[in-house]
């Protein structure tokens, strides 16, 4: 079993900037991909970044690219979500998802989710 704790979330203003990170715990997986996902009020929760727990190779939507930055701590077993840029648009919770195996941009394919963060970014 794995377990996952996001921080970091909280209101800021458009352009402002929050750090979120994702605490793993319980079993380790040498090819564990971990990913943030978001979901807004009425909408599907969509694929925000991703990262390889490994090879460290990072991806990230299109709608974040340039803003958005995703890392790794193995050693605290820990993912990072820089968010620079905010808009109000980027206002959603925020989950941590976690898969033995590959990363992918299909929420449905990872096993273990955090309880998620609430961001909210005001105009």
């Known amino acids: 079993q794995v377990q996952l704790v996001e921080s970091g979330g909280g209101l800021v203003q458009a352009g402002g900037s929050l750090r979120l990170s994702c605490a793993a715990s319980?079993?380790?997986?040498?090819?564990?991909?971990m990913a943030w996902f978001r979901q807004a009020p009425g909408k599907e929760r969509g694929f925000v970044a991703g990262?390889?727990?490994?090879?460290?190779?990072?991806y990230l939507s299109d709608s974040v690219k340039g803003r958005f930055t995703i890392s790794r701590d193995n050693a605290k077993n820990t993912v990072n979500l820089q968010m620079n840029s905010l808009k109000p648009e980027d206002t959603a919770i925020y989950y941590c998802?976690?898969?033995?195996?590959?990363?992918?941009?299909?929420?449905?394919?990872?096993?273990?989710w955090g309880q998620g963060t609430q961001v909210t970014v005001s105009s």
């Open positions: 998802a976690a898969r033995g195996v590959g990363l992918t941009t299909r929420p449905s394919q990872y096993e273990y």
């Open positions: 990262i390889r727990w490994s090879g460290g190779s990072t």
């Open positions: 319980g079993r380790t997986f040498t090819n564990y991909a």
